[in-house]
């Protein structure tokens, strides 16, 4: 039956996004490769500090070298610069001189935990706990009755620099923060939602057996838990006050759903981006020009500090970039493009009153390109111009990505921002990019594998873009 004119203009004229599963169908067993790495490296690295030692092993493994200041590097070199430990960059030097711009990538690699306060160790009424300080923006009643895990590090007062890992290994014990019985909580089920649990109330327990000895102990189960990690580690507990010591979600990455299409993690806001990213630099060769992918910290909290992209060493790493071949760092940095790469809310059908359907993204269709981040009246946002959402755009059809639009939430409803601003203030040109991710914040997020994997396919055209 031939078309009619209505239906042929509505063609023309109109656009939804569809749906990869049913478009392109054939995908699938490609993203489910891709997520196979994708989940290993979410497992190996629950903190920023293990992510970062994840990448470097990642770039040497494929020839990246350490940054040499004042070194000549060749097109096709490949390099890269860790920051405190606590952010990396990695790039690969393109055919064109630096002066004409550069391909620059930001995903954070920080998310939402428990940080242990810097005199943590406790007992009260014959149990022992850890203190801690919320990070990030968390839902506090969600970290109850949740297994956590303990991962850091403590310098000791010799200078020797331990690292804490328990409960991701088989046989490790586990943490938690307990929460009341349903029996006894009339009293806090009047509290309001983000009341349910507060955070002096995100207290650990980390043990209840007492030291025994014939001398009365002031704290016998504090002691005991100090003497254990004595043991293991040991420290003592004036070595907390030179610690970073972060509680996090002990279980793994996961396939969920009875199809396996999606990924359920920690950490997935924003190591998504920050995995998809680094396979990309690693696997662009001999770009037009040099790529800059950066994972970075401290986001959660306003990207604060000198791992956090409010700070200038991006800028420093730029400016040096650019000495290397004598270009003027500032028509470096006018000529250059960046995807702030950070995930944005996918759509809930249980919650929908809190979007706006047309300009939500959705699992399933793709990496989300949000042209404004903020709230209510784009505040804190970097709001990307027509002419960086053509190039961005043109980039991705053409190498066959999947992609849609989003934004964070209803007007007025809340809202979110990214590194973007941060870049923006460099006098870059930038827009955010990347996964639609379900329930984020919490201590399990979704991700769909087509979306991760077009992500990585977008960081991809994104590099090697003519």
Avoid at 110 to 123: A, F, G, M, Q, T
Avoid at 221 to 229: E, G
Avoid at 354 to 362: F, I, L, T
Wanted: charged share 25%.
């Amino acid at each position: 039956m031939e078309k009619t004119k209505g239906e042929i203009l509505a063609e023309e004229l109109t656009w939804e996004f569809p749906n990869i599963a049913k478009e392109a169908p054939e995908q699938r067993e490609a993203a489910e490769a891709f997520s196979a790495g994708y989940k290993a490296f979410l497992d190996k690295g629950k903190t920023e500090r293990e992510c970062v030692k994840e990448a470097v092993k990642m770039l040497e493994a494929a020839g990246y070298a350490p940054f040499e200041t004042g070194k000549k590097y060749s097109a096709g070199d490949k390099v890269y610069m860790v920051n405190r430990k606590k952010s990396v960059i990695a790039s690969t030097f393109g055919s064109k001189s630096v002066e004409e711009g550069l391909r620059l990538n930001g995903a954070h690699i920080d998310s939402p935990r428990l940080d242990l306060k810097p005199n943590p160790v406790y007992e009260k009424s014959d149990l022992a706990y850890f203190k801690t300080h919320y990070y990030g923006g968390i839902r506090k009643y969600q970290w109850g009755a949740t297994p956590l895990s303990m991962h850091g590090v403590i310098v000791k007062k010799s200078g020797e620099i331990v690292e804490v890992n328990i409960g991701e290994q088989e046989g490790d014990p586990v943490f938690c923060v307990t929460d009341l019985l349903p029996h006894l909580a009339a009293e806090q089920n009047m509290r309001p939602l983000k009341d349910g649990l507060k955070g002096e109330e995100l207290n650990v327990i980390i043990g209840s057996i007492p030291y025994v000895d014939e001398a009365k102990i002031k704290e016998p189960v504090k002691l005991l838990a100090l003497q254990l990690l004595n043991e293991r580690y040991g420290i003592t507990e004036a070595d907390f006050f030179r610690a970073e010591i972060e509680l996090v979600p002990a279980h793994k990455a996961s396939d969920v759903g009875l199809d396996r299409s999606m990924i359920g993690a920690y950490g997935q806001d924003d190591r998504v981006c920050a995995y998809t990213a680094l396979m990309a630099e690693i696997e662009t060769e001999n770009p037009v020009y040099t790529t800059v992918t950066i994972l970075t910290d401290k986001e959660e909290i306003g990207s604060v500090g000198n791992t956090g992209l409010n700070s200038d060493y991006v800028l420093h790493y730029v400016e040096e970039l650019a000495e290397t071949q004598g270009a003027d760092v500032k028509r470096a940095l006018r000529n250059s493009i960046c995807l702030s790469s950070d995930v944005n809310a996918a759509y809930d059908p249980t919650f929908p009153n809190v979007y706006e359907e047309r300009n939500s993204c959705y699992l399933n269709k793709g990496c989300v390109l949000t042209k404004y981040t903020g709230s209510r009246g784009k505040s804190s946002s970097n709001d990307a111009s027509a002419e960086v959402m053509a190039k961005v755009i043109a980039m991705m059809d053409q190498e066959g990505v999947y992609w849609q639009i989003g934004e964070l939430g209803a007007v007025d409803v809340g809202g979110g921002g990214t590194i973007a601003q941060y870049v923006a203030h460099m006098n870059v040109d930038v827009v955010d990019l990347g996964v639609p991710i379900l329930s984020m914040h919490s201590p399990f997020e979704l991700a769909s594998k087509l979306d991760v994997y077009n992500t990585y396919k977008a960081f991809l055209a994104f590099y090697r873009a003519s």
